[in-house]
């Protein structure tokens, strides 16, 4: 089974898009480099505020017919091809795809209320096209809307990025209790919790070093600690010229912090195709 990363919180600004984006494309770097047999990754955009399409093709102006809207607004039989006519190349290596969203997002959102099985209407076509790619990675928006509810669906795997901030127990645990409720809810026990990634980490602020070493030694949470990504400029750079962090500063922290993450969810991947 295609492993499908899904990065979710229900705040904004937290580094979902960021972290998103630059996993799939470290992710197949580094598949390359391990010369496995498939190193495609397909990056699906379900944010209608399309950051992540935006700074991977260097547009977000994707119309109804070629985006993720055509998708889950597809009929079901027609909907997985629709999927594959949708998927274009980014800018940032040929074998990183994108699936882009579109401002119509939002619009689906409210056609499909109540449609039944409207929640599953991403699963269905990317379970039949996803194991063409070594990796699916999915972005959402900050809320558990019926979007979110369509990529947590379709997702094996659920990653959280926080900011320090943003760490207190409570928070963590909601975020992840009601990831867990939409996976029991809709009977989708492939789907895991499998990791909180740290995100816009100043170790020169107190506070900071104080939440994240609370969360280290919670005897749950700790145990969900995939990463932690220092605060840096090189960020911001990168998104303003539509690069990847690897490709606008490779040295810069913030990459060689994305880089071991990357290399983490690489090896899970290697291992299940062996």
Known sequence: MTRVFVFTNHKGGVGKSTSATNLAYGISALLRQMNAPNCHVLLID??????????????????????????????????????????????????????????????????LSGVAGAPYRLAEPLSKVASQYAAVVIDTHPSFSLMTEMALLAATDAIVPAEPRYLETVGLLSVIE????????????????????????????????????????????????????????????AHSQHQSLFGYDPKATASQAYARVAATLSRLISRDRI
């Open 46 to 111: 379900t944010d209608q505020q399309r950051h992540a399409t935006l700074v991977t093709t260097g547009s977000n102006n994707y119309d109804h017919a070629r985006s993720l809207y055509a998708v889950v607004m597809a009929e079901r039989r027609l909907a997985a091809q629709t999927l594959m006519d949708s998927i274009i190349p980014s800018q940032w290596d040929e074998y990183l795809h994108v699936l882009p969203a579109s401002k119509s997002l939002e619009q689906a959102e409210r056609e």
């Open 178 to 237: 009601k990831i867990a409720e939409i996976r029991d809810g809709w009977r989708h026990p492939n789907l895991r919790i499998s990791g909180l990634l740290v995100t816009k980490m100043d170790r020169r602020i107190r506070g900071h070093r104080h939440l994240l070493d609370e969360l280290s030694t919670h005897p749950q949470l700790g145990k969900l600690l995939l990463g932690v990504i220092p605060a840096n400029e090189a960020v911001s750079y």
